[in-house]
């Protein structure tokens, strides 16, 4: 299995705190991606980065920032979390833009109440 | 936006065929995955299509026809273990992966 790990797997949060995500690799891949999933929606594109401190918008990216300060750590933070960001957060790392040798994270369930 | 369209649900017996369809309005091409992803756990890779034509692989076999924005992910043999949500992802002009909603494939006995 590729490594990859996120944490935490799940986590209950209230309306309004701020929230951060951590996905770590020890694969050494330039390309780190974080996704939400959600019913009838698939999985949507919330930031990406192509390397140390290279970041990008995806789709969803409102309401979320992310950073990438050492090349195995890819952090997504809600700064003021909402209900609408209930969701399940993916992490994925690709070694190419190609996406041919993806792999994902199994995955961080959060609850906003 | 990107467009991508695949059944919600389908339902087959053990050891029958299952064919399921994607099609895709995307702001440029550069190739399309299947991914398959069991309940509660992350998607893993299953194939890649770049060019036109059919990609087997073991009993899983993905069509690309790109004049037609169209795919299809054939899942031959079908066992117990094919019971899965399978995604349509289409890589765009930017590099950036869109996913369909996914298809649920339910395998009976």
């Known amino acids: 299995d590729a490594g990859i790990t996120q944490s935490p797997r799940h986590k209950v949060t209230e309306t309004g705190t701020p929230v951060t995500l951590r996905c770590h690799q020890t694969?050494?891949?330039?390309?780190m991606y974080w996704y939400r999933q959600d019913p009838g929606h698939g999985l949507r594109l919330i930031h990406y980065?192509?390397?140390?401190?290279?970041?990008d918008k995806g789709e969803v990216s409102d309401g979320y920032s992310v950073s990438r300060s050492k090349t195995e750590d890819f952090l997504l933070t809600l700064e003021s979390a909402t209900s609408s960001q209930t969701s399940v957060y993916f992490c994925a790392i690709s070694d190419d833009r190609d996406n041919t040798e993806a792999f994902f994270g199994q995955g961080t369930r959060l609850t906003v109440v | 936006g990107q467009n991508i369209d695949q059944p919600t649900e389908m339902t087959a017996t053990e050891g029958a065929i299952v064919q399921i369809n994607c099609t895709y309005q995307?702001?440029?091409?550069?190739?399309l995955f299947w991914y398959q992803q069991h309940a509660g756990e992350a998607p893993t890779f299953l194939s890649y299509?770049?060019?036109?034509g059919l990609e087997e692989k073991g009993r899983f076999s993905s069509f690309l026809s790109r004049s037609k924005g169209y795919s299809y992910l054939l899942l031959k043999e079908l066992q117990m273990k094919d019971s899965a949500s399978y995604l349509c992802a289409v890589l765009d002009n930017d590099y950036k992966l869109s996913f369909g909603a996914g298809t649920t494939v339910t395998v009976r006995a």
């Open positions: 980065s192509y390397g140390v401190k290279d970041t």
């Open positions: 299509n770049v060019l036109d």
């Open positions: 995307t702001s440029g091409f550069n190739g």
């Open positions: 694969e050494n891949h330039r390309y």
